[in-house]
């Protein structure tokens, strides 16, 4: 057998000679390559981050939703991505607007097609980089499912992954990544604490605000009552997974090799996360008395999301210091919510939305002189002697975008609601969306319907 | 305290030959004493005090009359010297307005096994009248089966004694559990000398197996005073008593489990919990600082605990032990926050001082 393939080999070196003294890839190409696969590795993780959700989702609220959260995620990705590639990526990419619209929004590109191969220039093909940035699109959808948790019709995803992918989510993108006004005005934000965790999160408060809290989450004398979710073991299992794909995320980010810079940035991210993780237990200890699951894992996720913005311009010591502010600051938001009784079922809007802010904000007081000047992006913050003009900026993008979110969300989901109607009914949200929106149970042993034999 | 009101009460409860008289003697004396307590006049260990001497009169004239049943039924007089004890906060002397019946019974050893036999069947039966006329009475039961009608709280002094004995030498929780409920228990009428022979025993093996108090801090430490680092409250998140503070197993369970700790491990007999401050502090364990501290905060509990189970609008008679902080006034917070945090350092000092002695886990 060896011997008769190294006689095959042999003969075919003959014959095509050239194929033994092909030339070495440049030192262009290499570069290209190794761009290319270290975007689509990031691609890959930031897409499985899904799984985090479905987990994170699924974990946190009942059972009797189980087969409804999970599979609608996989549902919503599957619509995203082709809403994305119809029309999102153009409008945060596409590059045919005049340039006073382009501030506001990009034109060209719909139905994008990536070509074969980098083109002549580029650094990576932008097939990769479609598929990087359709991964963060999908992550702000699946965050804003959080406002709909356990009561939300199945047509209202339907009809909201339309709007979110192919305006919402692409506006706030394009304004800060996209070339827009934002980006002209040197908003720091390199993983997207705005774009991606604020925008979904905003789209998470619109719904809750439209849907009212969940049957039995308020009294009447307006406590609040607990409604646990059916498995911690998922939601902490989901932190991990989501933790893990962080790291194509932020590193992933920087789409490039380069210097090993990403490197760097993975660095912050998992300083930032663990600090959060810690800083949530050892608050909700001290100030509950009892060392909460859920307030740490949370505390983990909005260490993860306060650093995303900031983790490519701040110093090492900076990223623990603002991870664990935002783990302060999630149990105390979470706390807020539902003070002011809002349901906030997954605690998007303290994880996405209180750390999303926070993390914006940090660049203004935590980013470094070097640091800024090394991804080209602003100035340096407040702390680091840079004055209070970046920390304007990052409050300007906070505010503007996350007022924008709100209002397109609102508006599309207070139509959904006028017309088609957006929750489902009392009786379908008491026995579940499993059985009310799909006509079986994710867990049908566990579910079973009363009278109903096996 | 020479009262002529009260005076009067004992003479009605004395007289009474039935329970529906005691129930009504019962019912107008509990009605004073919660109108004394809510008017915020009298001290709450005045009015516990009051109360509980309440509480030991009708008890024990309900034994009395159980006695006499037995007698109009059949039976003959007792056949051998007996006592009624009782346990938990009746042992403790702070029973509230609704507190339920735990209780044990001792009878003496008899002469031979068929005698043995006699007096057993007769204190089956006279406990189960008492308890059940208690019941009657308005004393629910224990729900741990801690009384005098089950037959493992029921015994001649021998069989107790033996009893004691083997808990201490097997301190399992639920053999240490019993122990600590045996720790309060204190006769209410009968023959005291055999309850004093049950204390001797327990003192005794107290002193011969040590360890025993590491067990004991073990058994009730995982209910923690509900005050935070920062002197917050901790109280209930969610549910229908969100808001409100557990001021039952946050706060007085914890005082009475520390406050007994430290009185067995040192030889003092007390049942009530302000009588074993107040020994401790004579036996040098606590400073007067300390025994003022944990006495006035004691009280406090001892009124909000009181209180949980007289307030007008709790409908129900059976009361949560639970207060809603949020409407109380400011002062009452205040002073909730102190007394909380002297409990605190109570039960602190019983948890390090044993953790010195013995060792974690």
Redesign the interface.
């Known amino acids: 057998m060896v011997k008769k393939s190294l006689i095959a080999l042999g003969a075919l070196l003959l014959m095509f000679p050239t194929m033994a003294f092909a030339d070495d890839p440049t030192a262009g190409q290499l570069n290209v390559g190794l761009n290319a696969l270290w975007v689509m590795l990031a691609g890959i993780l930031v897409l499985l981050m899904q799984g985090g959700f479905i987990l994170l989702e699924a974990g946190s609220t009942r059972m009797k939703n189980a087969g409804h959260v999970a599979g609608k995620t996989i549902f919503t990705l599957g619509l995203a991505s082709i809403v994305y590639w119809a029309v999102g990526y153009g409008f945060t990419f596409g590059g045919d607007a005049s340039e006073s619209l382009n501030k506001f929004i990009g034109l060209g590109n719909f139905f994008f097609d990536p070509g074969h191969a980098a083109a002549e220039g580029d650094s990576y093909p932008s097939s990769v980089f479609f598929i990087f940035q359709l991964a963060f699109a999908a992550v702000s959808l699946s965050i804003a499912w959080g406002g709909f948790a356990e009561r939300a019709k199945l047509s209202a995803y339907l009809i909201f992954t339309l709007f979110f992918v192919s305006v919402i989510y692409p506006v706030v993108a394009h304004w800060i990544w996209g070339g827009g006004w934002l980006a002209k005005d040197g908003a720091q934000d390199f993983a997207g604490s705005t774009v991606v965790h604020l925008t979904g999160a905003i789209g998470a408060l619109a719904a809750t605000i439209l849907l009212k809290p969940r049957i039995g989450k308020f009294?009447k004398d307006g406590?609040?009552?607990?409604i646990l979710g059916h498995n911690q073991v998922f939601t902490a299992l989901a932190v991990l997974i989501l933790w893990v794909g962080w790291f194509g995320f932020n590193a992933g980010s920087t789409v490039a090799i380069g210097d090993g810079f990403f490197g760097f940035v993975a660095f912050n991210t998992q300083l930032g996360a663990a600090a959060g993780a810690v800083a949530a237990l050892l608050i909700s200890w001290?100030?509950?008395?009892k060392a909460d699951i859920t307030a740490m894992l949370n505390g983990a996720l909005a260490g993860l999301v306060a650093i995303t913005a900031s983790c490519a311009f701040v110093d090492p010591w900076a990223a623990v210091v603002i991870g664990l502010v935002a783990g302060v600051l999630v149990f105390f938001s979470a706390k807020f919510f539902e003070k002011i009784k809002v349901d906030d079922p997954i605690f998007a809007l303290s994880v996405h939305g209180a750390a999303g802010v926070w993390g914006t904000l940090a660049n203004g007081l935590f980013a470094t002189e070097e640091l800024s000047g090394k991804v080209g992006i602003g100035k340096a913050g407040l702390f680091e002697g840079g004055g209070w003009g970046q920390l304007w900026v990052q409050a300007e993008s906070v505010i503007v975008c996350g007022a924008f979110a709100f209002a397109a969300s609102f508006i599309v989901l207070w139509v959904v609601k006028q017309v088609i109607g957006f929750r489902v009914t009392e009786e379908q949200e008491i026995i579940g969306l499993d059985l009310s929106e799909h006509g079986n149970y994710g867990y049908p042993e566990q579910m079973k319907k009363a009278g109903t034999s096996v | 305290m020479i009262n002529p009101l009260w005076e009067t009460r004992l003479l009605d409860i004395a007289g009474a030959e039935t329970i529906e008289q005691l129930k009504s003697v019962r019912e107008s004396e509990q009605n004073r004493l919660a109108a004394k307590l809510l008017s915020s006049a009298s001290p709450a260990d005045e009015v516990i005090e009051e109360l509980n001497r309440l509480h030991d009169a009708l008890i024990a004239r309900v034994l009395k009359l159980a006695e006499n049943d037995l007698a109009r039924s059949g039976f003959s007089a007792p056949p051998v010297p007996y006592t009624y004890i009782l346990y938990g906060s009746a042992g403790r002397y702070e029973q509230t307005l609704y507190s339920d019946q735990d209780s044990g019974l001792v009878y003496a050893e008899a002469a031979n096994e068929s005698e043995e036999e006699s007096n057993r069947s007769y204190f089956a039966r006279l406990s189960q009248v008492m308890v059940e006329s208690l019941i009657e009475l308005g004393y629910p039961p224990c729900e741990g089966e801690v009384i005098a009608s089950n037959s493992n709280w029921r015994m001649s002094i021998q069989e107790w004694e033996c009893k004691i004995d083997a808990w201490f030498a097997e301190p399992s929780w639920e053999n240490v559990r019993y122990l600590l409920i045996v720790a309060d228990g204190r006769a209410i009428a009968g023959d005291h000398e055999l309850a004093q022979r049950l204390q001797n025993r327990f003192f005794g093996d107290m002193l011969g197996t040590p360890v025993i108090a590491g067990r004991m801090m073990e058994n009730t430490i995982r209910h923690?005073v509900?005050v935070?680092?920062?002197g917050?409250l901790?109280v209930e998140?969610?549910?229908?008593n969100?808001?409100s503070l557990d001021m039952k197993y946050g706060a007085y369970i914890p005082m009475v489990n520390a406050c007994r700790l430290l009185a067995i491990q040192a030889g003092i007999r007390e049942t009530s919990t302000l009588k074993r401050i107040d020994a401790l502090n004579r036996s040098d364990v606590l400073t007067d600082e300390e025994a003022n501290d944990a006495k006035q905060a004691f009280i406090v509990f001892l009124r909000w605990r009181l209180i949980t189970t007289c307030s007008p609008d709790n409908g129900e008679l059976q009361g949560t032990g639970k207060i809603r902080v949020d409407q109380l006034p400011k002062e009452a917070i205040g002073q909730l926050k102190q007394a909380l945090k002297a409990g605190k350092q109570m039960q602190r000092r019983v948890q390090r001082e044993l953790q010195r002695r013995f060792g974690g886990r």
């Open positions: 009294n406590s609040a009552n607990e001290l100030v509950n008395g | 923690k509900l935070g680092v920062f917050q901790l998140r969610y549910g229908e969100a808001g």
